[in-house]
């Protein structure tokens, strides 16, 4: 898989992020801080990751997630 993202902040987790862009996810469903941080976070690796991805990409927990989900079902 291309590395499309970088993510010095916690390099285990680019393979996610790399992941997401190639499959065009429309979620990050997960409990990490520093994946949930990207959401957020005014740090240039995150405001190029919300760019390249054109915020389409939503990163929440899985309460979050399931709120949504249960929400689009009404």
């Known amino acids: 898989m291309p590395r499309v993202q970088a993510y010095s902040r916690d390099p285990d987790d680019e393979m996610y992020l790399n992941l997401a862009i190639a499959a065009q996810a429309d979620f990050i469903v997960t409990r990490d801080n520093d994946l949930l941080a990207l959401a957020t976070d005014h740090s240039i690796e ?4 919300r760019q390249l991805t054109g915020n ?9 997630f399931l709120a949504d989900v249960a929400e689009s079902r009404r």
């Open 46 to 49: 995150a405001k190029q990751f």
């Open 56 to 64: 389409r990409i939503n990163i929440i927990t899985p309460v979050a």
